[in-house]
């Protein structure tokens, strides 16, 4: 994991982890997800505040999902991160279009970024919130709508910092 977080991540960008595994990076969320810290969540002692501290840090990576995170926390990072190799990166699976007659996807963006959509691995070619797709957008925070374009199967919203990266996370899938 630290060799993907050296490689993947840059200096100064916060990952949430658990315990400070991601030594060389900022946390998003203070408390260390420990027997102390899990006891005073656990008996409201403290609150669950991981979805805010990854908001207000503009958090792109965090660790795979694990039940240290707490059932709040657990659930935002499941529904705003995808996986890529030994850790997670901002972004929404939006499933296999063809499995379905509705073309149209919903998703909620957190906050404030750039996205990119992806189709198959490709560029989209659907319609954004009924605009064409021509690649990484500025999208607000609350819900957008991607329109699949015909021939458009599995389709994934992602962070576009993440696609310059050196390494990505299956070649027939990202670029």
């Given amino acids: 994991m630290l060799q993907e977080v050296l490689r993947d991540t840059r200096p ?16 998003s969320y203070y408390y260390v997800l420990e027997d102390v810290t899990e006891s005073r969540l656990a008996m409201g002692l403290l609150r669950d505040g991981i979805a ?38 901002l972004g929404r699976d939006l499933g296999d279009s063809s499995r379905s007659a509705d073309r149209v996807r919903r998703f909620d963006v957190s906050y404030a970024d750039r996205f990119a959509i992806l189709a198959d691995g490709a560029d989209g070619r659907g319609a954004l919130d009924g605009v064409p797709y021509q690649g990484p957008t500025l999208l607000r925070p609350g819900p957008h709508f991607y329109s699949c374009s015909g021939g458009e199967h599995h389709v994934e919203v992602v962070w576009a910092g993440v696609l310059g990266r050196s390494r990505v996370r299956d070649s027939a899938r990202w670029i």
Avoid: C, K, S, Y
């Fill in 52 to 89: 805010e501290d990854v908001v207000r840090t503009h958090t792109h990576f965090a660790v795979p999902d694990t039940p240290l995170f707490p059932p709040q926390a657990r659930r935002f990072l499941n529904e705003h991160f995808l996986p890529f190799g030994a850790l997670r990166v």
């Fill in 12 to 27: 100064g960008e916060p990952i949430m982890d658990t315990r400070g595994e991601t030594v060389f990076r900022p946390r």
